[in-house]
């Protein structure tokens, strides 16, 4: 079942070689990320699945092991995604995993299994929340680090534009986050969340299918729209 629950933002400029100059900026999220994956390693889980938006080549599961880069983002920096088992895939990870599996390495996650699981457009909530209760069947203690970002159409110069409803969406959101509250995720609108470019409505739909019924708490623990993108951080447990 599933015992705790870590949502972050996904986007590479978490990563400060990335973000170069303007990664201080950036520095209040990092710490709200750590705080929430602080509370991951406090559950104790059997099992880590970290989850993220990816585009229809890049989802499915990905195994402990499997790396990642950011080479797409001009940065000879690599990821590895838990321990180096010698058996992972040769497909590498999607970048919301990829971030996830920094975040992790930051961290100094050790000692429990990780593994990932890339979902994206167009899957329905209730297919979202059936892979989401899989997962939590997996071990008696599972933990979920939930990648994915709101809306991006907060500002003017947000990658979507500015959208009047992204703000709104982005509240609902940041509501259901931080109250634990799986139905109130189940609940967001996936046409307006595909128009408002919100990549986290999957990830967050498939964390609300594994949480029905495990009676979590819930934190929010970062919400801002720099750049124009919604980012949410909150801790389960």
């Known amino acids: ?3 705790a629950a870590a949502v972050c933002p996904c986007p590479p400029l978490l990563v400060p070689e990335v973000a170069a100059g303007a990664a201080p900026e950036l520095d209040t999220l990092r710490d709200a990320c750590a705080d929430a994956l602080g509370v991951l390693a406090a559950a104790r889980p059997d ?3 970290v989850v993220g938006p990816a585009d229809r080549p890049d989802r499915g599961p990905y195994s402990e092991g ?6 797409g983002f001009g940065v000879d ?6 321990r180096d088992l010698g058996s992972a895939t040769d497909r590498p990870l999607p970048p919301s995993l990829a971030v996830g599996a920094w975040l992790l390495a930051r ?4 000692g429990v299994p990780v593994e990932g699981l890339g979902v994206g457009e167009p899957p329905a909530a209730d297919r979202c929340t059936d892979a989401g209760r899989d997962l939590a069947a997996r071990a008696d203690r599972v933990a ?12 003017l110069k947000a990658p979507g534009y500015l959208d009047e409803r992204a703000e709104a969406f982005d509240a609902a959101a940041a ?3 931080g109250a634990a509250d799986p139905d109130a995720l189940i609940a967001l609108d996936e046409t307006l969340a595909y128009e408002l470019k919100a990549a986290g409505r999957a990830p967050w739909q498939v964390l609300a299918g594994a949480a029905r019924g495990a009676g979590l708490a819930g934190r929010l623990l970062y ?6 993108v919604g980012y949410l951080v909150a801790a389960w447990s």
């Open 107 to 110: 961290a100094e996650w050790a």
């Open 47 to 49: 099992l880590l699945i």
């Open 223 to 228: 919400e801002d729209a720099p750049y124009g």
């Open 77 to 82: 920096l690599g990821v590895r995604l838990g």
């Open 1 to 3: 079942m599933l015992v």
């Open 66 to 71: 499997t790396t990642g880069t950011f080479r």
């Open 175 to 177: 509501r259901a986050l």
């Open 144 to 155: 979920l680090l939930v990648m994915g970002d709101g809306s991006a159409c907060r500002t």
